[in-house]
């Protein structure tokens, strides 16, 4: 088994007083497809926040290649985000710049001794990655919404992250279009060993990419059930079982 790349010990995850989930405890692993799943408001998107560094945890540790994220000053977080990629459910593209300076920003920002035909040169090979060759001269409102999702994540990619982060990336798009992110984000896994960490209630999604899943309770405030997606269909409480089965036989959730 890889080693964990990133930890949540003891996690404590909300707002000032506001606590939102307690006594978090995982592993993300090298090279994993870790989803963090649950029914809406059930702190998904907070605990995403908690582990990019956005923001610090009201308990506990964050480790990232085992060292305590939080324990750092302000310089040494900002340096080991480097190591981060994220994909936000809006994509968060800039609508005045082009898909090549989208991604330039980045890479000029935290790589200044890159020339700019270097840049340029990484910036194409970004859109390569995710299939939009040749888009590099193209803005974000000519593209459809599965090629901005394509592009925010070609962005998420410059710095060669070893972490890659989605919250809710099929959000908006048609069952075609996540399909096909289903199928680059196995890809990126598979060509890159980052580690990818996915925030989403789609059971499409869950199925076809996750290799471990947390699910995140908003009555217990905590997490209930951590495993593959098979042994928590065996073995996880009737919660976690009928939000993986959800449509079947009529069933539903609050995730719908």
């Not at 798009?173 to 289903?182: N, R, T, V």
């Not at 042994?231 to 409480?237: N, T």
Request: charged share 20%.
């Amino acid at each position: 088994m890889s080693e964990a790349i990133l930890v949540a010990e003891d996690l404590s995850a909300g707002y000032g007083k506001l606590v939102i989930q307690r006594d978090l405890n995982f592993a993300i692993r090298r090279g994993e497809i870790f989803v963090i799943m649950g029914g809406s408001g059930c702190g998904k998107s907070t605990l995403l926040r908690h582990l990019i560094g956005l923001q610090a945890p009201l308990a506990g540790r964050v480790l990232f290649d085992g060292e305590d994220f939080w324990a750092h000053d302000e310089d040494s977080r900002a340096a080991l985000q480097q190591h981060f990629g994220v994909l936000y459910q809006n994509g968060a593209l800039w609508g005045a710049m082009t898909l090549r300076e989208n991604i330039c920003l980045p890479l000029a920002a935290y790589r200044p001794m890159l020339r700019e035909a270097e840049l340029n040169e990484l910036a194409a090979l970004k859109l390569g990655l995710v299939g939009l060759a040749g888009c590099d001269e193209l803005y974000p409102s000519q593209l459809s919404g599965g090629m901005r999702k394509r592009a925010a994540l070609a962005r998420a990619l410059a710095l060669d992250p070893q972490v890659l982060f989605f919250d809710e990336p099929s959000a908006g798009l048609d069952p075609i279009s996540s399909l096909a992110l289903d199928e680059l984000i196995l890809q990126l896994r598979d060509s890159l060993g980052a580690s990818i960490v996915l925030v989403t209630h789609e059971l499409p999604s869950i199925h076809a990419v996750a290799d471990t899943c947390l699910f995140l309770d908003a009555e217990a405030r905590t997490q209930i059930a951590l495993g593959p997606v098979q042994q928590l269909l065996d073995e996880a409480p009737d919660k976690v079982q009928r939000f993986l089965r959800r449509g079947e036989r009529g069933q539903t959730t609050e995730a719908e």
